[in-house]
Nanobody, 125 residues
Framework: QVQLAESGGGLVQPGDSLRLSCTTS????????VSWFRQTPGKEREFVAG???????FYADSVKGRFTISRDNAKKTVALQMTSLNPEDTAVYYC???????????????????WGQGTRVTVSA
């Protein structure tokens, strides 16, 4: 059973930066697809950024240029550095991992079997 734990959420002002971290129990982070998703009430879970199993990096258009995903294989963590935050980024952010996610499905939440509990990010003046 893969364990994922998100941290780093909080309340920030528009234009601020925030760094989220996903601590995993994965034996080798680089062998898994690991992605960040976010969700707001009444909406479906939305892909934000992720690593495919082959190491490719993907971003949602809405965060491209503002968010950066990175991973530390030694620490078994995947981070999401968020800059220029705006109120539309307000959501609960989830980390997800999958060992069988094909590259074309990296952005699909249905492809992931393991999820963290989420960390809340609120961007408000």
């Amino acid at each position: 059973q893969v364990q994922l734990a998100e941290s780093g959420g909080g309340l920030v002002q528009p234009g601020d930066s925030l760094r989220l971290s996903c601590t995993t129990s994965l034996s080798t982070v680089g062998r898994y697809a690991v992605s960040w998703f976010r969700q707001t009430p009444g909406k479906e879970r939305e892909f934000v950024a992720g690593f495919s199993r082959s190491g490719g990096i993907f971003y949602a258009d809405s965060v491209k240029g503002r968010f950066t995903i990175s991973r530390d294989n030694a620490k078994k963590t995947v981070a999401l550095q968020m800059t220029s935050l705006n109120p539309e980024d307000t959501a609960v952010y989830y980390c997800a991992a999958g060992s069988t996610v094909i590259t074309s499905a990296t952005r699909s939440p249905e492809a992931y079997r393991s999820w963290g509990q989420g960390t809340r990010v609120t961007v408000s003046a």
